[in-house]
């Protein structure tokens, strides 16, 4: 069946950085878009990036943008956000999904099938 599992979450100062992964099983990576989605108490949950898994292009929200960036390692099928300058804006849970699609990144981030599958979330916390 199909799992996704994200770690790397944690508390971390203004500025600072972090690397989430995703790894995932019961489907092959390379054959299906994927991206970082995140939900901040009281908010809409918001497509971070996501990557396709053509052409390796990628999405990301302009909130993000120029400081985040999304990477896919298929061999180990697994997939990473670095994160960098992280803001308090960016604290969320945040969360990995596909819904075994071949799409553009940017048709998963806006709209992901509400059949697709999720990770149980990693809570980034940034605080001073």
């Known amino acids: 069946q199909v799992q996704l599992v994200e770690s790397g979450g944690g508390l971390v100062q203004p500025g600072g950085s972090l690397r989430l992964s995703c790894a995932a099983s019961?489907?092959?990576?390379?054959?299906?878009?994927i991206g970082w989605f995140r939900q901040a108490p009281g908010k809409e949950r918001e497509g971070v990036s996501c990557i396709s898994s053509s052409d390796g292009s990628t999405y990301y929200a302009d909130s993000v943008k120029g400081r985040f960036t999304i990477s896919r390692d298929n061999a180990k099928n697994t997939v990473y956000l670095q994160m960098n300058s992280l803001k308090p804006e960016d604290t969320a849970v945040y969360y990995c999904?596909?819904?075994?699609?071949?799409?553009?990144?940017?048709?998963?981030?806006?709209?992901?099938?509400?059949?697709?599958?999720w990770g149980q979330g990693t809570q980034v916390t940034v605080s001073s």
């Open positions: 019961g489907f092959t990576l390379d054959y299906y878009a």
């Open positions: 999904a596909t819904d075994l699609r071949e799409l553009p990144p940017y048709g998963l981030c806006a709209g992901i099938r509400p059949a697709g599958y």
